[in-house]
């Protein structure tokens, strides 16, 4: 067999596997979207998760100083969210339940937005804090 006819055979061979590429292409491109929109809706969680716990600690701060009035905490949380949640966070909801006398305690509840239609991304985060108080 001559070098030619060798040279044939291999580029018959190689004709033989046309369309491959576009085929591996179309099965890895929905895992390569899946990786790269996961990776996304991580770091949203993650970004709504870390607003709504500065929210809650802005409350705390606000809330336990002295004379502060019953609703300053949870006032401050929403006006936090007012200027930094939006967009991170939908559908908040601030309270005050589990505050005492002697503490303050501002739970910030928000949904993330997700990119996966019917999904949804629900956050609570609190901080509790001790009140000011003369002694």
Do not use: C, K
């Not at 339940?97 to 002697?102: I, L």
Request: cysteine-free; proline content about 4%; hydrophobic content about 40%.
């Amino acid at each position: 067999m001559t070098w030619g006819q060798r040279g044939q055979r291999v580029g018959a061979y190689l004709r033989q596997d046309r369309g491959g590429g576009a085929l591996e292409l179309a099965i890895l491109t929905p895992a390569i979207f899946l990786l790269i929109f996961g990776a996304i809706q991580a770091m949203m969680l993650a970004h709504g998760r870390n607003v709504a716990q500065s929210a809650a600690q802005r409350g705390v701060e606000i809330g336990r100083s002295y004379d502060a009035s019953p609703g300053a905490g949870a006032g401050a949380a929403r006006e936090f969210l007012g200027h930094m949640g939006e967009g991170a966070l939908r559908s908040t909801t601030v309270t005050t339940s589990g505050s005492t006398g002697t503490t303050v305690r501002i739970t910030v509840t928000g949904r993330v937005p997700s990119l996966v239609p019917g999904m949804r991304w629900n956050i609570t985060q609190a901080a509790t804090g001790p009140r000011e108080r003369l002694s």
